[in-house]
């Protein structure tokens, strides 16, 4: 079942910003972490950042480090990606997810929404 609803996504030129929502559809638990991965066609999956919710602490991907951050309002149960300074690389489906045990955890199957295209292109 998802769990998840991903939106904020487009088109964008290299150097823009986006902002990505994911709305969850209910609390997740104290030991769990919610996080972003993406897939660009023909490639794997690839996580891009995480934020645990027992204590706020987060992760990124190298690659996205200093350029993305990821925070949480717990009031409206959301999670948000802000992407600064996008580059051709970063296109991709983004799709929300529960990772179960903390960000060092594996992602819950099916727990992720319809995602959201980030597409960065010229």
């Known amino acids: 079942q998802s769990e998840f609803v991903e939106s904020g996504g487009g088109l964008v030129q290299p150097g823009g910003s986006l902002r990505l929502s994911c709305a969850a559809s209910k609390l997740p638990l104290g030991y769990d972490g919610i996080g972003w991965f993406r897939r660009a066609p023909g490639k794997d999956h690839e996580g891009v950042s995480c934020i645990n919710t027992s204590d706020g602490s987060t992760f990124y991907l190298d690659s996205v480090k200093g350029r993305f951050t990821i925070s949480r309002d717990n009031a409206t149960n959301t999670v948000y990606l802000q992407m600064n300074g996008l580059k051709v690389e970063d296109t991709g489906t983004y799709y929300c997810?529960?990772?179960?045990?903390?960000?060092?955890?594996?992602?819950?199957?099916?727990?992720w929404g319809q995602g959201t295209q980030v597409t960065v292109s010229s």
């Open positions: 997810a529960k990772y179960l045990s903390g960000c060092y955890g594996y992602v819950a199957p099916n727990s």
